[in-house]
């Protein structure tokens, strides 16, 4: 669940600013695109303070909460010989170290960060990189993200897409909006994006 500490980190970022501004604000302007951040706060050295939030990040991942079900889903999956790889936008470093602490390291034979591409969703980029490190077949490769950028990313890349719409996210995204991207499936939990697979 990391969109919530995310949120966290860019608060405590525009606070050490001096600058307050609501969640729905931070979340349209400063999650994702940050050159259009950029553009829209120029009094706002954006390369420090991506840096900051990126640091806030690291030091609270001790703190990050799991989805429900996220080891049984990954384990049931990998038990029936489904490949699982994982593709992020936050740095490696940060990527391993919370795979670590949440020990789901075992189940993903291979991870790409926003360092090994250089390159954010809604680029495809990160999905065709992560085919070719694994090894993996396009056809019969699906992606689940919580984000409209990972089914325009997937499309994009020609690859089916499920949409994960937990609960959790709706301060997150409008879910109406997001099911416009058109992904092949959309779920609400992993138990039921594993019975999705395991029953294709």
Not at 3 to 28: F, Q, T
Not at 65 to 87: P, S
Not at 101 to 116: C, H, M, P, Q, V
């Amino acid at each position: 669940m990391t969109l919530h500490i995310w949120m966290d980190a860019y608060k405590s970022g525009l606070k050490n600013l001096g600058i307050e501004l609501p969640d729905e604000v931070i979340i349209r302007d400063f999650f994702y695109e940050h050159n259009k951040t950029a553009a829209k706060y120029p009094n706002i050295d954006i390369d420090l303070y991506v840096e900051n939030v990126r640091k806030y990040m690291v030091s609270h991942v001790p703190f990050m909460k799991l989805y429900e079900g996220v080891h049984e889903t990954l384990e049931k999956l990998q038990k029936n010989n489904i490949t699982l790889t994982l593709v992020s936008s936050s740095p490696r470093k940060l990527i391993e170290e919370v795979l670590e602490l949440t020990e789901l390291t075992k189940y993903f034979k291979a991870i790409s960060g926003f360092d090994d591409i250089m390159k954010h969703k809604p680029d495809p980029a990160p999905f065709l990189y992560i085919i070719e490190v694994a090894k993996l077949d396009p056809k019969t490769t699906i992606i689940i993200g919580d984000s409209p950028h990972d089914i325009t990313a997937a499309k994009a890349a020609g690859l089916d897409s499920c949409l994960f719409l937990p609960s959790d996210n709706k301060i997150f995204y409008d879910f109406d909006q997001i099911l416009k991207t058109n992904p092949n499936y959309s779920v609400q939990s992993l138990e039921a994006f594993a019975e999705l697979i395991l029953n294709s």
